[in-house]
């Protein structure tokens, strides 16, 4: 990535006031609806990139995906946006989705064929000036997930320690050892996942093992080296 890239980049967002909710929900128009999708797919096909903006409207109200008081039987993603995602990709490949959210994007057709994904969180109101930079390759994005993500509403709660679907029953295992007929049981993006615009090599300069309250207490040292060409961060996990 390079600071010119915003120069070629067809910029899209996905609306929540018409894309973001379901079709007749809260008296949407649905030929506005199909509309806008229209207008994106257009764009997409004359952008060297595209930039999708992805996710919920958090906040009060019926008009808000999530919230306080406003819980979901699903985690994928609002209203048409799927069918935005992929209507994008299928006349360009070229795709950054920036996803923005209370949760993670949970969408395997995503994971399986966009080229790049930025999870955003909430990010605030500064949010769109430091995306912006990641994109284009200003500042690094070293965060590591906090949580698994699930393939599915049905896999939850998954865990980075839990064996999910069948597997969880060590009996099950043998006639089933995929977890579910017609999913794999392992996470999307596993705990700790994480990509970066440069690399760290780990060197381990020391460990002690004591004893503390009767329990054993260990004590790491790690160097860690940045041997790319950019500047940026890491998260050591043990």
């Known amino acids: 990535c390079s600071s010119d890239l915003l120069g070629c980049v067809g910029c899209m967002a996905a609306h929540y006031e018409t894309i973001g909710q379901g079709a007749g929900a809260h008296g949407i128009d649905v030929e506005a609806l199909i509309a806008d999708i229209n207008k994106a797919v257009a764009a997409a096909k004359k952008a060297d990139i595209v930039i999708l903006t992805l996710g919920g409207k958090n906040g009060w109200g019926s008009n808000c995906t999530d919230g306080e008081g406003l819980d979901n039987t699903s985690i994928g993603l609002p209203g048409r946006q799927e069918k935005l995602m992929r209507e994008v990709y299928n006349v360009n490949r070229n795709v950054i989705i920036i996803h923005t959210d209370n949760k993670p994007l949970v969408n395997t057709f995503a994971y399986d064929h966009i080229p790049a994904i930025i999870e955003g969180w909430l990010p605030g109101i500064y949010g769109g000036e430091v995306l912006a930079k990641c994109v284009a390759g200003i500042i690094n994005p070293g965060g590591k997930l906090s949580v698994d993500i699930p393939r ?87």
Do not use: A, W
């Not at 295992?173 to 760290?200: D, M």
């Open 152 to 238: 599915s509403t049905g896999q939850t709660p998954v865990y980075y320690y839990q064996q999910n679907g069948s597997r969880s029953d060590s009996p099950m295992y043998g006639l089933n050892k995929h977890g579910y007929l017609n999913e794999s049981c392992c996470s999307v993006r596993p705990f700790g996942y994480g990509k970066s615009y440069t690399s760290f090599t780990y060197k381990c300069q020391n460990m002690n093992v004591d004893e503390e309250l009767g329990l054993p207490l260990l004590t790491f040292e790690v160097e860690v080296s940045n041997i790319g060409e950019m500047e940026g961060d890491e998260t050591i996990q043990l």
